[in-house]
Nanobody, 127 residues
Framework: QVRLVESGGGLVQAGDSLRLSCTDS????????VGWYRQAPGKERELLAT????????FYPDSLKARFTISRDSAKKMVYLQVSSLKPEDTAIYYC????????????????????WGQGTQVSVSP
């Protein structure tokens, strides 16, 4: 059973950086890909990045600027999302997600078809 747990959210100031962490109950991810979505107030869920747990291959939507970096630590069984130069519009709930699809396929995968979701971690950015 997949159980995704996020951590690292909180209240930060504009310009700060933040690293979010995700684990599958501390045992390593069993799906092909792990990714991050976010949902800002009044907006739809937005794909931020995906990574192959097996190979480390990453995918980022073209629409995003290079402020998001996804990575994995196989030894610690963790996936991270580094966000730099935070802006107030980055305020959102950030979700760790996992799915058998390969990382590049997620750009065609509606969010409601993603197999596994964490509870989310709130990130609030003050001006």
């Amino acid at each position: 059973q997949v159980r995704l747990v996020e951590s690292g959210g909180g209240l930060v100031q504009a310009g700060d950086s933040l690293r979010l962490s995700c684990t599958d109950s501390g045992r390593g991810f069993s799906t092909e890909s792990v990714g991050w979505y976010r949902q800002a107030p009044g907006k739809e869920r937005e794909l931020l990045a995906t990574i192959s747990w097996r190979t480390g291959r990453t995918f980022y939507p073209d629409s995003l600027k290079a402020r998001f970096t996804i990575s994995r630590d196989s030894a610690k069984k963790m996936v991270y999302l580094q966000v730099s130069s935070l802006k107030p519009e980055d305020t959102a709930i950030y979700y760790c997600v996992a799915d058998p699809a390969d990382p590049e396929s997620w750009r065609l995968l509606p969010w409601h078809e993603i197999d596994y979701w964490g509870q989310g971690t709130q990130v609030s950015v003050s001006p």
